[in-house]
């Protein structure tokens, strides 16, 4: 592997990152001299690390304009969500098969996590306090779920599923503007759950229809913050933002 190609799977994976966390919101223009000065490596690297998120579909190359972060309509939206339902339903069926005492364990750690992080969302008020948290509420969501990828050993299937997942999944956007919808928020824990319980109950039946509504709800989630917040879908950026290192 060259040089430059080791440059490019690093910085392709720092500005993934950034797109996922919300640091980087969708629309937002990158422009590769930028790109270029900030990583301190020629256009080389900076390319071909565009080239890979836009084949993750996270960015897309724009005639005369650059490449921007890809934003997503609400159809493709919806269709990345049940996607990503039929995918976890299968891992998590299949993971009901395999899952041990110790699995069980790291579960529902991660589980409690996520519900502490909720609990703690659901308190505070809306605005930059919420913001502040929305970070670790979608990695302590992710861990739990990451957890049902490990047991169910689908490689192919956890690939898609977390392709799926990165459609819209910054914590920018899963913010809400007020508490009407934190029974959502709650429904949503509720249901880490319900699954981990299905899991541990070996049922696989069960579990699989869990997870599959699990991830419906999510998008009903994310419908209702968006209309909350703007009652649209995002709109382009005109600049790149910075990175932070």
């Known amino acids: 592997m060259s040089l430059d190609s080791t440059k490019a799977d ?18 937002t223009v990158l422009r590769q001299e930028q790109l270029s000065e900030q990583f301190k490596v020629s256009r080389t690297p900076i390319r071909e690390a565009l080239r890979r998120l836009a084949a993750l579909g996270l960015v897309s190359f724009v005639p005369n304009r650059g490449v921007r972060v890809r934003t997503i309509s609400r159809e493709e939206l919806h ?10 339903a299968l891992a998590t069926e299949v993971a009901a098969a395999n899952i041990t005492s110790e699995d069980l364990v790291e579960l529902e750690e991660a589980e409690q996590h996520f519900a502490g992080i909720s609990k703690d969302l659901r308190a505070r008020e809306p605005g930059e306090a919420r913001r502040s948290i929305m970070g670790e509420w979608v990695r302590a969501n992710h861990a739990f779920h990451d957890v049902i990828y490990r047991v169910a050993g689908l490689p ?13 999944s910054g914590p920018a956007v899963w ?9 959502l928020y709650a429904k949503n824990a509720e249901q880490h759950r319900a699954i981990r319980q299905a899991l541990t109950a070996g049922s ?12 419906l709800s999510s998008f009903e ?20 933002a910075k990175l932070r290192s």
């Open 10 to 27: 690093d910085i392709a994976l720092v500005i993934e990152e950034a797109i996922v966390s919300g640091e980087l919101e969708p629309g």
């Open 79 to 88: 269709e990345a969500f049940m996607v990503r339902a039929e995918l976890e």
């Open 156 to 168: 192919l299937v956890e690939q898609l599923a977390k392709s799926a997942r990165r459609s819209f």
């Open 175 to 183: 913010a809400p503007g007020d508490h009407s919808i934190d029974g």
């Open 204 to 215: 696989r039946a069960g579990a699989r229809a869990l997870a599959r509504d699990h991830v």
């Open 221 to 240: 989630l994310l419908e209702a913050i968006l209309e909350q917040v703007g009652g649209s879908w995002p709109q382009p950026k005109r600049e790149t």
